[in-house]
């Protein structure tokens, strides 16, 4: 957090106050002072980040019929994870500062000369391997028999069952298997609010494609269909990079791989890794555990291992950068014409934690509280509404910092001519509507692209 943000962005502390006053994400168990690297999502932040995942799910699983739906478990044989590599592999090289015992990442560290935290020269221990994977014990017996890990990935899940997927979905490749879910990994140094935790949500999808000399297209279909989908969710094209990784920065067994990067407050970070990772995972899988993976196809009569194009993305992260790419702090007319700062948030309609709010705009009057309730009733089952009452400047300014894309108000007016304010978000511009006519309205305006 302590770089400065580019050109026209908003700050890390600003995104994490609002979240907070909104009740879109808060420390973990604040009360008791936090644990580094874990965050509670808030009434609004469950919602927008389920509207996330929705989106992922609708666009990538349920509007394919390629892909299929799965859920495995967190905790998984831990042999899974030899196999995968994770137990040799998945280390960070970590120092310690010998003075004031602070750990760091020896790749963060700009000079091996001084620490950073006390300034003390030359008291680094040597770098050591650290693994990430964190780990429990399964059943009653605490020793090395029942250990195991939370996945550091839900890719694996995935692969190991492969086979009973693709039989039971009566799927022949190319297709896909998709899942979000929990993935857990020790960070060194967790931090820049969501971007780098120690739980976080993962959408990954494991596309598995015949060896017949079309991978590569494939594999850039899906990098196009991957940057339609932020397009399509108003992600700034200029805040989005899809950096192609050369053969010395992937694994040895990729033949190709992107990194998804959004420009953050304090630089450009991964969002989301496109990875061609051949026959690797299943190829592993088979050798440690005896059991034949391969796809058998019908036609040919023949055996063969697919291979894997994965496109995996944070959805901690996703939903950070809706928060941070939808920010706008601008100076706007009040209703009385009174030039003031409002800060907003420009999510799209399919993203919003409240599509519309419904406002009384007396308190104190039963038949404008009981018309305006009834109005935001009826919408209810049909949008993410709420209900509230009161000063209509403050009303406006608090649903701008949620999002909300229209705001309907009941006042006088509507007891005698039956229709209400419509306020819209970013324009602000107001017209009226009448109340028969609201559902429509509100369909045209708030469905997705
Ligand atoms: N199965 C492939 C895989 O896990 P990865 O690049 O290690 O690839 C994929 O992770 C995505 O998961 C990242 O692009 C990022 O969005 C998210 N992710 C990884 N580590 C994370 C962390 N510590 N905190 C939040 N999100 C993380």
């Not at 106050?17 to 879109?24: E, N, Y």
């Not at 874990?38 to 989106?55: E, M, T």
């Not at 034949?292 to 063969?304: G, I, N, P, V, W």
């Not at 790419?325 to 409002?342: C, F, L, M, V």
Request: one cysteine or more; charged letters at 30%; hydrophobic letters at 35%.
């Amino acid at each position: 957090m302590e770089k400065e943000p580019a050109a026209g962005q908003v700050s890390m502390e600003d995104i994490a106050a609002l979240a907070k006053r909104r009740g879109f994400i808060f420390q973990s168990s604040e009360i008791y002072g936090g644990i580094g690297g874990f965050y509670d999502y808030g009434p609004l932040g469950a919602i927008l980040k389920r509207n996330v995942k929705d989106a992922w799910w609708r666009d990538m699983v349920e509007l394919r019929d390629d892909v299929v739906p799965f859920d495995s478990s967190i905790v998984m044989h831990p042999k899974t994870w030899e196999a995968s590599g994770h137990v040799e592999a998945f280390n960070d090289r970590l120092v310690d500062c010998k003075v004031c015992k602070h750990r760091f990442r020896a790749d963060h560290l700009k000079s091996r000369e001084q620490c950073p935290d006390c300034g003390s020269k030359n008291s680094f221990t040597e770098e050591r391997a650290f693994n990430l994977m964190l780990r429990t014990f399964v059943g009653p017996m605490e020793d090395s028999a029942a250990m195991a890990y939370l996945r550091p990935e839900t890719a694996q899940g995935m692969f190991v069952n492969f086979k009973n997927i693709y039989q039971s979905a009566r799927k022949r490749p190319p297709f896909g298997v998709a899942q979000i879910g929990k993935a857990f990994r020790n960070e060194i140094t967790p931090g820049n609010f969501t971007y780098r935790l120690r739980e976080f949500e993962q959408a990954e999808l494991e596309y598995f494609v015949p060896d017949d000399g079309q991978d590569l297209k494939r594999f850039e279909e899906w990098v196009q269909l991957r940057k339609s989908w932020y397009s399509k969710y108003g992600v700034k094209p200029e805040r989005l990079r899809f950096a192609e990784l050369t053969a010395d920065e992937r694994p040895h067994y990729a033949k190709a791989g992107i990194d998804v990067e959004y420009l953050f407050p304090w630089g450009w970070g991964e969002l989301e890794s496109i990875a061609h990772r051949g026959t690797y995972d299943l190829d592993a899988h088979m050798r440690l555990s005896g059991k034949d993976l391969r796809f058998y196809d019908e036609a040919s009569k023949t055996h063969y291992t697919p291979l894997l194009i994965e496109s995996s993305a944070g959805m901690d992260r996703t939903t950070l950068v809706m928060l941070v790419d939808a920010y706008e702090r601008e100076t706007a007319s009040d209703p009385a014409g009174k030039q003031t700062e409002r800060i907003v948030l420009h999510f799209h309609p399919q993203i919003a934690p409240v599509q519309a709010a419904v406002f009384s705009l007396a308190r104190n009057k039963p038949e404008l509280v009981e018309l305006a309730r009834s109005i935001e009733e009826g919408l209810r089952p049909k949008f993410r509404t709420q209900y509230d009452e009161g000063n209509i400047g403050q009303l406006y300014r608090r649903q701008d910092e949620i999002g909300t894309p229209l705001c309907l108000t009941v006042d006088y007016d509507s007891l005698t001519g039956h229709d209400v304010t419509v306020r819209e978000r970013d324009s602000m511009r107001q017209e009226r509507v009448a109340i028969g006519a609201v559902e429509s309205y509100l369909g045209e305006r708030l469905a997705g692209p």
